[in-house]
């Protein structure tokens, strides 16, 4: 008769077992630090107007971001940022979640991407 291993004898134990087996790659993770901030591919649909507060910026994230929804809405804490954005550019941003809200802090223009193409890296 084959016996089983004394942790698998007991529910308890057993149970014990698979959670730490399930929660084992998230903590690894976090031992690591922070996952490096990436940049998104997007279309400025609308920019903020002159003097208005919160500077509110609508991007349309192209089909690759694998986000939900494909057109959101960002603050922008420094304007700053969008010398030289008009719209219908194509950019490159990183946005961060904050109390008031998801917030903008990096935001680049980039080349657009070709149908069928990879679209090129977006590196600092």
């Given at each position: 008769?084959?016996?089983?291993?004394?942790?698998?004898?007991?529910?308890?134990?057993?149970?014990?077992?698979?959670?730490?087996?399930?929660?084992?790659?998230?903590?690894?993770?976090?031992?690591?630090?922070?996952?490096?901030?990436?940049?998104?591919?997007?279309?400025?649909?609308?920019?903020?107007?002159v003097g208005a507060q919160p500077?509110?910026?609508?991007?349309?994230?192209?089909?690759?971001?694998k986000l939900p929804f494909s057109?959101?809405?960002?603050?922008?804490?420094?304007?700053?940022?969008?010398?030289?954005?008009?719209?219908?550019?194509?950019?490159?941003?990183?946005?961060?979640?904050?109390?008031?809200?998801?917030?903008?802090?990096?935001?680049?223009k980039v080349a657009p991407c070709?149908?069928?193409?990879?679209?090129?890296?977006?590196?600092?």
């Amino acid at each position: 008769m084959h016996r089983a291993a004394p942790a698998l004898r007991h529910p308890r134990r057993l149970a014990c077992l698979a959670l730490t087996m399930t929660l084992w790659p998230w903590g690894a993770a976090l031992a690591q630090g922070p996952a490096p901030r990436v940049y998104t591919r997007a279309v400025v649909r609308e920019l903020p107007a002159v003097g208005a507060q919160p500077a509110l910026l609508r991007l349309k994230i192209v089909p690759q971001g694998k986000l939900p929804f494909s057109t959101l809405t960002f603050r922008v804490q420094d304007r700053r940022l969008l010398n030289g954005i008009g719209l219908g550019d194509e950019v490159g941003f990183i946005a961060e979640r904050r109390p008031e809200g998801n917030t903008v802090v990096a935001l680049r223009k980039v080349a657009p991407c070709v149908r069928f193409q990879a679209c090129p890296p977006i590196v600092d």
